[in-house]
């Protein structure tokens, strides 16, 4: 490590987080490969660089910070003047100490004899990880929680996502003051579309040089809706979870900041966005991304959050969809609140009845009208004949069939579509033995039912049994009443592999088949089931449990506006609940006591976060001991 020439700033948390990029990513690691050959414009990617801010510039304004940013930047040899333009994509002035910028690795590797140079790092793709959840919740309009907290009136949540429809009825603001005068946000999508429910929209799209903060993907809308959507009456998918939708939180502002596109989500513009939130006096910041954990001194979530933390601001962040693996959570930094995903107790059933009286209930959200009752013939192609996996079915090979398919080997649409292209009258779909028990509800293409993996082994051993099997399918809409929660199987799991001694995932949500707002733009279709265009959807994921619990933070923040990010964290963890509905310890995905490596501290129970009691409380600066302990400092 080489010497700094350049004071640091005086402030202790400053210090901190400096010292912290410093010791975990040294220059020589991003010189482990072998140098190229050119130096062309073709062979430049995005790095974020950590610098040391000089004395005189500790409080620079952010062109002054922007200026000495630029100072590291390479010179263009015709001139000996500073290249800028779009090789500087962004001067961080409040979630990182540095920029962002296009270089070449001879570039990067120069940097290394400027006085105050401390880092490069890669730039990282991170993947994106209702009408009924906010009742499961225990919030009902006029009453309890919701009531005592003025439904998140006056809090401001910052979603970092893929943007926002913002005509979508959700983001109407009806009932709703204008934002708080620390509110310094701005709207890209100008004022005919935000309001006082959608105070702020920005983009910031490193690879995209024209990128509005409109949602081209849906994620970002339906998230932003779960967290904080308003109430909107007669909302469903199609006609199924019929109800008045609202977010958890429904009169809290909601300031949108695009850092995903379906690319994924570029660790560049993760910390552009943070730092904007930062900026714009943002109260919650909610983060459904993530990858696998690293060091905290590379990982945008990890720095950005602990600089939203010491600002006072929480930071809620999706624990990742690769469960049920042991070791595969995200987001594990102490300073944030990292969530898990589990059922609530409303269902899309679609019952399958075999031949013989046995039922087994599953779950779609095509729910046809007329579909007949009447028992049809029931196959399950074997490996040896076609496929197993329902992915090559010869046409009309199957008409008027029900066709058992097991969920392994590709889309479950794309069966769907298979079956349909062979003649099959219907499909049964059976779960993984990973998945377990979890029924995810799809828009299938014809009728279908997703079961589990046990009553997909039972409908096999039927059809081995007869020589004439047979089934219905009985689409029974929306059920409430399943037992729940349990944990589902995509959820992420803990031990903490970077720092065992600190639990993870620390809380679970609701993150099951959840209802929320969806842009317009057409489903796909067939010739037998057009486009259809439902402005909700129903998906899955630690995605949608994470801003279930920025609404909840959100409600805590509106009840106790004086309370730290950590006080709000403890208030939400110490007061979750262990107990499903039939008062047995909540179970996993396959029907076993969830542990604490799934479930965290329980299931959130927003009536006790507002009221939990008790609450433990630290500052920022407290958590310098925990990474001298790691060996970072």
């Known amino acids: 490590m080489k010497k700094n020439t350049t004071p640091l700033m005086p402030s202790t948390i400053t210090i901190f987080i400096i010292l912290l990029l410093l010791l975990s990513s040294t220059p020589s690691s991003v010189f482990c490969r072998r140098p190229s050959k050119a130096s062309d414009a073709s062979q430049r990617s995005t790095y974020i660089v950590n610098v040391l801010p000089p004395v005189d510039l500790a409080f620079a304004s952010p062109s002054a910070l922007k200026a000495w940013h630029e100072s590291f930047l390479p010179a263009d040899t015709t001139s000996n003047s500073i290249i800028t333009g779009s090789r500087l994509l962004y001067s961080y002035t409040h979630s990182y100490t540095g920029f962002a910028a296009k270089l070449t690795k001879e570039e990067v590797k120069a940097m290394d004899s400027k006085p105050g140079f401390v880092s490069a790092i890669p730039d990282t793709i991170y993947p994106l990880l209702t009408t009924h959840t906010p009742h ?15 439904l998140g009136k006056g809090v401001i949540i910052g979603i970092l996502d893929t943007g926002v429809f913002a005509s979508h009825v959700s983001f109407h603001d009806d009932g709703l003051p204008a934002p708080p005068s620390k509110w310094k946000g701005t709207c890209d999508l100008g004022t005919s579309l935000c309001n006082k429910k959608l105070i702020g929209a920005q983009a910031f799209q490193s690879d995209d040089a024209v990128a509005t903060a409109t949602d081209e993907v849906g994620h970002g809308t339906h998230t932003a809706s779960t967290a904080a959507g308003n109430f909107v009456d007669g909302a469903s998918f ?59 001194a590379v990982d945008p979530v990890a720095v950005g959050g602990f600089r939203a933390v010491e600002k006072g601001i929480m930071v809620s962040a999706a624990g990742g969809n690769d469960g049920p693996s042991a070791g595969t959570v995200s987001n594990v930094a102490p300073w944030l609140l990292t969530v898990a995903a589990s059922t609530n107790d409303r269902r899309f059933m679609a019952t399958v ?61 794309s069966k769907g579509s298979v079956v349909l292209q062979a003649g099959g009258a219907g499909m049964i779909l059976f779960n993984t033995q990973e998945w377990g028990y979890t029924t995810l509800a799809y828009d299938h293409l014809l009728p279908s039912s997703l079961v589990s993996y046990n009553a997909g082994l039972e409908i096999k051993s039927y059809i081995n049994s007869t020589d004439d099997p047979t089934v219905s399918l009985i689409f029974k809409g929306t059920t409430f009443g399943s037992v729940a929660p349990e944990m589902s199987f995509f959820s992420s799991r803990g031990p903490n592999k970077l720092s065992p001694g600190i639990l993870k995932p620390d809380i679970t949500g609701p993150g099951v088949n959840i209802l929320a707002a969806w842009p317009f733009p057409p489903r796909n279709g067939t010739a037998v089931t057009p486009p259809r265009n439902p402005p909700f959807n129903v998906i899955s994921g630690t995605s949608m449990s994470t801003p279930h619990l920025s609404g909840v933070a959100a409600l805590v923040k509106s009840t106790h506006p004086d309370w730290s990010p950590a006080a709000i964290k403890s208030a939400i963890m110490t007061s979750a609940y262990l107990k499903a509905s039939d008062k047995l310890p909540i179970k996993d995905e396959q029907h076993q006591d969830a542990s604490i490596f799934a479930i965290g501290n329980g299931h959130v129970d927003p009536s006790k976060a507002t009221d939990p009691g008790l609450i433990y409380d630290i500052e920022a600066s407290d958590y310098t001991g925990y990474l001298c302990g790691l060996g970072l400092l």
């Not at 499961?136 to 003025?150: A, R």
């Not at 959200?365 to 007949?372: A, C, G, M, R, S």
Request: net charge negative; charged share 15%; aromatic share 6%.
């Open 353 to 413: 009845r075999l031949g013989n009286g046995v039922e087994f209930d599953g779950e779609t959200l095509y729910h046809p009208d007329n579909f007949t009752s009447e028992p049809l013939p029931l196959v399950f192609i074997t490996e040896s004949s076609q496929s197993e996996q329902c992915s090559s079915l010869s046409a009309g090979a199957l008409t008027g069939m029900v066709v058992l398919c097991d969920s392994s080997g590709g889309n479950l649409i």
């Open 136 to 150: 499961f919740l225990g919030l009902n309009i006029g009453d309890g929680t919701w009531n005592n907290s003025n």
């Open 238 to 296: 199609l006609g199924i979870g019929n109800g008045t939708a609202a977010g958890i939180a429904p009169l809290a502002h909601l300031a949108i900041y695009k850092v995903c596109s379906g690319r994924g989500c570029s660790s560049a513009d993760i910390l552009a966005g943070i730092d904007a939130a930062l900026k714009d006096g943002v109260d919650i910041i909610s983060l459904s991304l993530g990858g696998p954990s690293q060091s905290f």
